[in-house]
């Protein structure tokens, strides 16, 4: 009985201020802020602070756990109303894509531009390896890649897999850019989660990637199609590529933090290099999106090699200049 009384008598005493925060708390709920009188604005946090007080003395005393839930709900919703996200979903997503993203592109350029080094020196020892002796091919691409094209296919076999002529060949040339763009999609998630694994093998996927690469121009390249088969891989490749090499720096940058933790903890470390990395994830997402837009419309509307070209590096550059120039304060 005598904590009944308390309750009702600490009620009592409190009940006003708590409804005239609830009220403020639902205009500024539903985004009412126009509405809002000088006098309201000034007492909107003498009244938080108030609902918070009284709840630390309502836990305090043991009062009526009603009354006790009832200010948990309204200092949680308060706290929200006063404190939380204004933006909307569109102006959070404008500063995601208008700041966050080049803006980690650019504070990872030399991660990027390490990620790039292995991709290149793989594809110039693929390249030098089939050179030198066209056996190695099969050692270094994998059956389901190749699908039968090797250094013994004949030069318009392997052209038909390059450009359509409107006949069944079409359908070869789209499974090979498939199987192609899928196995680069692989690449790029391997060669970011790895980077857990201390750094070691986002790298050789790297390098490995770019082995592919080069073993499979060389094979095009024997046959006089080297210049064909860049422009063929350009027109969406350049893109992708681009995607591969961000989820491989963003492993690297996993895994250097996980090295190299510096003055603060590896777990403290990982989290501060983790959002750095997911947004470069977040870019390369988009980037294997669009290039996958692009292959698909591109690879049989375009067939002229210099065309091809033309696309693939007007795309790059656009976004060099997205990376490069977009959200610089």
Known sequence: MDQDLRSYQFRKEREASWRELETLVEKLERRRTSRFSFEELNRLPHLYRATLSGLS???????????????????????MALYGSRQT??????????????????????VILLATLFMALGAIA?????????????????????????????????????YSDGSDDAASLTAFASTLFTHNAIVGIFAFALGFAATAPTILLMFYNGLLLGAMFRVFAMHGLGFDFFAWLSIHGTTELFAIILCGAGGIIIGNAIIFPGRHTRFENL???????GLLIIAAIIMLFAAGLIEGIGRQTVQVAELRLLIGFGALALWLIYFMRVGRE
């Open 126 to 162: 693929g390249y030098w390896l089939v050179l030198s002796d066209p056996e190695q091919y099969f050692a270094i691409v994998p059956e389901g890649l190749a699908q039968g094209r090797t250094p013994y296919t004949d030069a318009e076999t392997l052209r038909a897999t390059i």
């Open 57 to 79: 003395v309502a836990r305090a005393i043991s009062l009526d756990k009603g009354i006790v839930r009832y200010l948990e709900s309204l200092s949680a919703r308060a706290y």
């Open 89 to 110: 979903f569109a102006q959070a997503l404008s500063r995601l894509l208008g700041h966050q993203v080049p803006d980690a592109v650019r504070r990872s350029a030399f």
């Open 271 to 277: 989290a501060i290099a983790g959002k750095r990395a």
